[in-house]
Every structure is written in C-alpha cells, then in structure tokens.
C-alpha cells in the first residue's frame, strides 16, 4: 500500500536495490577470489620475467666475453711463442714473464673489460706464464691441477673457481679459457680472462626493489637476486656474504625454470628461476612471500572497500537515474557517439525539449558537428594544396640541381681540357688555378648531391613502433666506424622506444659519425648514455673531439651553417639542422654542451609516449 503510494523516483531506486544487491555481493566475492589468484599470477610472472631478465644478461655477458676471448686467441702471435724457452726459463726463475709478444692486444682487451679485468697465457701443461696486468708472482698456479678447469671441454668455456694468488681464494672468480692453437690445430696453450666483478654486481642491481629485500638474520636463506655456478656455488649475489657459498638446502630441490613457492616454519618464500644459456648457470631470485604479495593482500582490501564504494554508488544512481528521463539521454549519447565516430553530418534531434537543458545541449552537439565539419573540409583542401606545392618544390630542387650539376660537369670537362690541351702554355700559377676550379666544382655538385639527400630525408616517414634502441645503436656504430676511425661505447641497458625507427636511425648515425668526423684526437671516442625522467627518456652522444665555441652554440643547428673550412672537414652543414628535425618531430628536444677543444655533448630528450604530448614546448 506505501509502494502504491510512493513516487516513481523511490520505486525505481527500491527496484534497482532489490535487483542489484545480490548479484552486487555475489560478483564482489568472486571478482575478488579471480583478483587474488590473478594479482598471484602477476607477481610470481615479475618475479620470473626479473630472473629470466637478469639470466639473458648475464648469458649475454658472458657470450661477449667468450666471444671477445676466442677473438684475442685468434689475434694472438701463436707461432711467436717458445714453448721451450718459456718451459726452460720457469725452470730458471719461477716467476712470470714480463712481456710476451701481443702483450698489447691483452692490454686493450683489460681495457675494454673494466679496471678489473685481468687477462693470463698458460703452456699446454698448464702452466702460466704471463699475466695482465699482475707480474710479481714467484709461484705461478697450473691450471690442470685445478679442478674447476678439468671440468671445461676441449674449446675452453666459462668456469667459475679459484686461481690464487690472481683471485681470492674466499671469493671465486669467473674465468673464461681459451686454447691457443697453431694453424694446423695443435695446442699451443691458453688463454684466460679473469671477469670483473662489477660487471656481475650491476646485472645484480638491476632487479626490482621488492625483490632485493634482505634481513641480516636471514642470510642464510640467500634472499635476494643470486647467480649459481654449474656446480651450485654462488658466483654473485645481493647478499656479498654469500658468494661462494654453495645453494642452502630449502634450494636444492627447487632449481628448475619457473617459479615457486617453498613453505618453511620460519620464513615462506617465493623463488624464482631461470637458466642462462645452455651452460649449467642459473639465476635464483628468492623473495619473503608476504613482501612479495604486500600488492596483493592491499587488492584484498582495495577491492572489499570497492564492493562497499559500489553499493553506495548504486544507491546514488538508482536515485539519480529516477530524476532524469531517459530517452532523451539515449539520443544525446548516441548523437555524441557518432560524431565521436567521424560521422559529423549527423545531428541530433529532441524538438520536445527544444527550450531546457537538453535541448540546449542537443543544439550545442550540433553546432560543434558543423564546426567540425567545416573545419575538416578546410584542412582536407589545405593538405591538397600543401601536397601540390611539396611536389612542386621537389619537382624544382631536383630540376634545379639536374641542371646545375649538368652545368657543373661541362665546366669541369672545359678545364680539364684547357690543362691537357695548355698545359704547355699555362705557368703553375694558371694550372693552380684551373685545379681550384675543379676543386670548387666538385665541392658545388656535393652540395648539390647533400640537397638532393636533405629532400629524400624529409619525405621518408615511418610508422612509430616500439623497437630495441641498442640494436638501432649497434647498426649506426657499425655504419659509423666502417666510415671513420674510432671507437663508439654504448651503454648497456638501452631502453626500447616509440617512433620512427627510420628516423631516429639517421638521428644517431649523425650523431656518432660528427664525434668521429669532427675528432683530432688520435684515438677517436663516442659514448652513448642514457637515463630514465620520468615521461621522458634523456639520451646523451658525447665525444672527444675539437668542441664547439659556445657563441656559435644557436646556430650549429642553423641549415648549412659551418664552422671549419671544408679543406679541413668534409661536409655541407646540413647534418645537425636534420638531427634537430627529427627530434621536433618526435616532440623532443635536443641541446649541445660543449667547449672549444673540449669534445661536444648532445643532450636529447624524447617522451616515452609521444602521443600524450601536444607540443614540443611541454619538454623540460
């Protein structure tokens, strides 16, 4: 009788309650148990993708130091090596040698491979004879009475071990052995290169937070990223303590790929595994359970406090949705859907609610349909004509340079015709001068060619894809080194982006290839870092070459602006001017620090998510 009574507004508000409370706490208790077991899922699948992320680094780690060892053994001067000699003056003077032949290519491999970095030649028995860059050493070790050694194959490998007095003996070392051998395959000893321990220590450090959570307590229970020899010993570990320590019990029967879960009376923990390559190692990443799932157990009450949110919510609603009439709702939603779509010739008729809200807002939608419209026609007229006048101009710049060049060429046909027709008549000053003329025309058809190139590059446009930034980095240096003289550091860990790998491929390449170019020192260096901003990644080429004054830093990027005469330095001035393109581009920004004789450091910044941005402007 009240319900009769009562006004539409509270029958709808009571019918919605009546409906949606049950199946309201039903679905909240589901979603939350598929939550749970999802929110599980996700961090057992981060805490393997950390352990299979720290695994193909080290994998990678050690396949550049083998291939860099295999390398240095095929380089070395095996047939300078005396055997005997060697053999006789150990038997003189224990001791190692002070020198060897190819000593400096040893000495540039250390350099390559960190400070720590220690490098030794043994004889086929085994003995070592040399080592870099240790000397001093009256007893020299014999690797074949080590037992680490005797379980590498006949190709030498990664091993890890102790090898005193180059090492500690309470902290192993990795090694990576190589035979020496003579071209007709006889074994003329080894090569051996004692890692550096950093390079090991910052893989280690790359591991999310909450995985690196450690109590002093507990370090037995090796909580933490570690890195395990074939054999089960730590080669490193977040825990310094640990390394050479071999697995802890609550370890041993849960090695296996994946991800797992160990209950213990004093600590339940999640474990993490991955192999690194096919050589035995292995990642473990041990994390305490309740740490690991701290996110989860805050979802349980995120989500029972949604549940109670939701309620309240469908209360509001009920009684909100009863105020308001529907239809006409339906129709605004659907005409703001099409014009949303593109379809903006629709328009949206409510002609009963021509003088309230909705009515308003009905021809409001309206309005802005055929603003759109006419908008969009225009700039669909303006980009025809903006098409038209590229092609045009393209159309000129190659007419323009066809003839200049064809001109070019018959200029340079007449003086080398006058010298070889009058050379007889003509002193050194004249034949100097005919010489300048085809210098300077030569010079002219490269502008003209780099002119050509500029308009390519202009019209090459790709999609944006998301793409590795160290593989991009690796072909530049490659491209760049062919070309020039020098040496191009990357550091690792380079992220991957979103743009125009074509693009950004000619972005670095130029800017590698000027460090190198624009260098009078005699060993030419580019380094190539990175850093995380946020929003933005921040990527730096920085070079030891002839700087740049800082007056002139306003307009290096200026088109065809030079500061060295071409005698000097090739190049037309159009290089930088192009670089600062691309980076507007992809709304970012790129500045240069730099001094005269100082080397030159370009700072260029790109959002991770160059759609989020509406203007270059919005960059630090």
């Known amino acids: 009788m009240l319900l009769t009574r009562a006004n539409l507004r509270t029958k709808v508000t009571l019918l919605l309650l009546s409906l949606s409370l049950g199946p309201l706490l039903i679905s909240g208790i589901v979603n939350e148990t598929r939550a749970v077991a999802t929110g599980k899922a996700a961090v057992r699948e981060r805490q393997a993708q950390a352990a299979r992320f720290a695994a193909y680094t080290v994998n990678a780690l050690f396949d550049d130091v083998l291939r860099d060892t295999q390398l240095l053994a095929r380089r070395f001067p095996v047939d300078a090596l005396d055997p005997v000699g060697i053999s006789a003056r150990l038997a003189a003077s224990p001791g190692l040698l002070p020198a060897v032949h190819g000593d400096d290519d040893i000495q540039v491999f250390n350099a390559l ?67 020496l051998r003579h071209p007709g395959g006889r074994l003329a000893g080894y090569v051996g290169h004692i890692m550096a321990r950093s390079s090991l220590e910052t893989i280690i450090k790359q591991i999310p937070p909450e995985a690196a959570w450690q109590s002093p307590e507990r370090l037995g229970h090796a909580l933490g990223l570690g890195l395990l020899s074939p054999q089960g010993i730590f080669a490193a570990h977040t825990v310094a303590e640990l390394i050479g320590r071999p697995t802890p019990p609550f370890m041993q029967g849960h090695l296996h790929p994946g991800t797992g879960e160990i209950d213990r009376d004093d600590a339940d923990v999640l474990l993490a595994r991955a192999d690194v390559g096919r050589g035995g190692w292995r990642v ?251 929003a933005y990644w921040e990527f730096t080429v920085s070079d ?26 090739d190049g037309t001035g159009t290089g930088l001017n192009l670089c600062r393109r691309i980076v507007e581009e992809h709304r970012g920004t790129i500045r240069l620090e730099s001094e005269s004789g100082k080397g030159c450091r370009f700072v260029v910044q790109l959002p991770k998510d160059p759609a989020l941005l509406t203007s270059p402007g919005l960059l630090p």
């Open 544 to 569: 030891n070459g002839i700087g740049i004054d800082p007056r002139y830093h306003d307009h290096i990027f200026d088109l065809f602006f030079r500061l060295n005469s071409k005698d000097e330095f």
């Open 113 to 179: 491979h960190g400070a720590e970095s220690r490098t030794f030649l043994a004889l086929p028995d085994g003995r070592l004879f040399y080592a870099e860059p240790f000397h001093n050493i009256p007893q020299p070790p014999n690797l074949h009475q080590l037992q680490w050694f005797q379980q590498l194959g006949p190709n030498g490998g990664i091993a890890l071990g102790d090898l005193s007095p180059l090492t500690q003996p309470a902290r192993p070392s990795v090694f990576c052995i190589v035979p």
């Open 284 to 534: 473990t990443l041990a994390t305490p359970r309740h740490t690991a799932y701290q996110s989860v157990y805050a979802l349980i009450w995120l989500l029972t406090a949604v549940i109670v949110l939701t309620f309240l919510f469908v209360l509001l609603f009920a009684d909100h949705l009863a105020s308001v009439l529907l239809r006409p709702i339906e129709e605004l939603e659907r005409g703001a859907q099409m014009i949303g779509a593109g379809a903006l010739d629709y328009r949206i008729e409510l002609n009963q609610h021509g003088h309230d809200e909705l009515g308003r807002l009905a021809g409001t939608f309206n309005d802005m349909g055929e603003s759109l419209l006419r908008t969009r026609r225009e700039v669909d007229a303006y980009g025809r004509h903006l098409k038209v006048a590229n092609q045009e101009l393209d159309a000129m710049v190659y007419a323009i340079t066809h003839d200049l060049k064809k001109s070019l060429r018959g200029i340079e046909a007449f003086a080398t015709f006058v010298d070889e027709d009058y050379r007889e008549r003509l002193d050194r000053e004249g034949t100097d001068m005919l010489h300048a003329i085809v210098h300077n025309v030569h010079k002219i058809e490269k502008l003209a060619d780099d002119l050509i190139g500029l308009v390519q590059h202009e019209r090459e446009r790709g999609e944006n894809v998301r793409f590795s930034l160290m593989d991009l980095l690796r072909e530049a240096r490659e491209h760049c080194t062919l070309a020039h003289v020098g040496e191009v550091v990357i550091q690792p860990g380079m992220p991957e982006i979103v743009g125009d790998r074509v693009r950004l491929n000619l972005l670095f390449t130029n800017l590698i290839s000027n460090g190198l170019k624009f260098n009078r020192s005699p060993r030419p260096r580019v380094e190539v870092e990175w850093a995380d901003l946020g």
